[in-house]
């Protein structure tokens, strides 16, 4: 079990689109979830937390205006890049957790590579 | 702040062991994870010990906690070439959904 889904795996896109990322946990309910992006050959830096029904917590620096997070269900959240350019191309991956008493390990999806032109 | 550093590379030959390490500040931690990725994929939870354990063992890996000197170690016993990939060790604090804080890192190549 702990099955999280992520789509698209890989967009491609205009400079000035917006761009919507999927993430699903397939046989669980998260309660939480989790956005992450990562450069290249580095570590995964978070970028906001999310709960079902409520407002993203966004870390120091995202910009909660360009970073869209919506959590409407307790198997989905999506995060919308708002008017993307170049140097947001970047690997976006999110995670997913049951958030009950106890540990409750993080579970990943697959990421999804966003490159803007 | 809370900081969690690893080696960033290791290379090991097909059928001995890896050992990856892991040394983490933060003395509130709670649990810490180990997590594998592979190129162009997301992380897959390997396994994950609570910090008042020293040991923990599945199959062909061994968690080893040292709380006192804050290290962390991940043994893979008879490397395989499909271990190649990038190894995350990550603490958090409750374990309760809370925020991890991530490793840098290391590369595990597997030759033959």
């Known amino acids: 079990g702990a099955v999280v889904s992520q789509h698209p795996s890989w967009v491609i896109c205009k400079s000035g689109t917006s761009v919507k990322i999927e993430c699903r946990s397939l046989?669980?309910?998260?309660?939480?979830m989790f956005w992450y992006r990562q450069f290249p050959k580095q570590s995964l830096m978070l970028m906001a937390t999310?709960?079902?029904?409520?407002?993203?917590?966004?870390e120091q620096g995202v910009e909660k205006d360009k970073f869209l997070i919506n959590h409407a269900s307790l198997t989905l959240s999506t995060l919308t890049v708002t008017s993307a350019h170049p140097e947001d191309s970047s690997f976006y991956i999110c995670?997913?957790?049951?958030?009950?008493?106890?540990?409750?390990?993080?579970?990943f999806g697959d990421g999804t590579r966003l490159s803007i032109l | 702040g809370e900081d969690v550093e690893q080696s960033l590379f290791l290379s090991v030959r097909e059928g001995d062991s890896s050992v990856i390490n892991c040394t983490y500040t933060?003395?509130?931690?709670?649990?810490l994870y180990w997590y594998k990725q592979e190129p162009g994929a997301g992380l897959q939870l390997l396994t994950y010990?609570?910090?008042?354990?020293d040991m923990k063992q599945d199959q062909r890996l061994t968690v080893l906690l040292n709380k006192k000197d804050k290290h962390l170690s991940l043994r893979i016993a008879d490397t395989q070439t499909g271990d190649s990939a990038i190894y995350f060790c990550?603490?958090?604090?409750?374990?309760?959904?809370?925020?991890?804080?991530f490793g840098t890192g290391t590369r595990l190549q597997v030759t033959l």
């Open positions: 995670s997913a957790s049951r958030g009950e008493g106890g540990n409750q390990p993080q579970h």
């Open positions: 046989d669980f309910q998260a309660t939480t």
């Open positions: 999310s709960n079902e029904g409520s407002k993203a917590t966004y």
């Open positions: 933060d003395s509130s931690s709670t649990y």
């Open positions: 010990i609570f910090s008042n354990m």
């Open positions: 990550a603490e958090s604090r409750t374990g309760t959904a809370s925020k991890l804080t």
